[in-house]
C-alpha cells in the first residue's frame, strides 16, 4: 500500500521558521510530482508549492521568497522550508502526489496533514 506521511508542523512565532517533511511509502515506480497544500479554517484548500520530478518549482504569490520547495527523489521525500512565517500561513498543510505503482498503477495521494500555527 502507498502512503504518505507528513511531519515538521508545530507552533512557532511569527517570523520564525519551521520545516515540513512528506516521505512517499510503498511499492513506488515513480512520483511525478509533489505539491504541498493548506487549509485554513473557514477557508477553501490552496496550493502553496509544487515541484516536479525534473526539480522545476511554483509557488503561491503568497509564499514567495519565503517558502522553498524542494524534493529528494532517492527518499521519495518533499520538503518545504517555511521562513518569515506569518499569522496569516496557520493552516493545516497537506502534501500531494501523482505517483505510479511497482504494478503500474497511477495514483494521487494526500498525507494526513499537519498543523502549522505562527503566533503574533
Known amino acids: 500500500q502507498v502512503q504518505l506521511v507528513e511531519s515538521g508542523g508545530g507552533l512557532v512565532q511569527a517570523g520564525g521558521s519551521l520545516r515540513l517533511s512528506c516521505t512517499a511509502s510503498g511499492s513506488i515506480f515513480s512520483i511525478n510530482f509533489m505539491d504541498w497544500y493548506r487549509q485554513a479554517p473557514g477557508k477553501q484548500r490552496e496550493l502553496v508549492a509544487a515541484?516536479?520530478?525534473?526539480?522545476?518549482?511554483n509557488y503561491a504569490d503568497s509564499v514567495k521568497g519565503r517558502f522553498t520547495i524542494s524534493r529528494d527523489n532517492a527518499k521519495n521525500t518533499v520538503y518545504l522550508q517555511m521562513n518569515s512565517l506569518k499569522p496569516e500561513d496557520t493552516a493545516v498543510y497537506y502534501c500531494n502526489a501523482l505517483l505510479i505503482s511497482t504494478q503500474g498503477v497511477w495514483s494521487t495521494l494526500w498525507g494526513q496533514g499537519t498543523q502549522v500555527t505562527v503566533s503574533s
Open positions: 515541484i516536479r520530478s525534473g526539480g522545476s518549482a
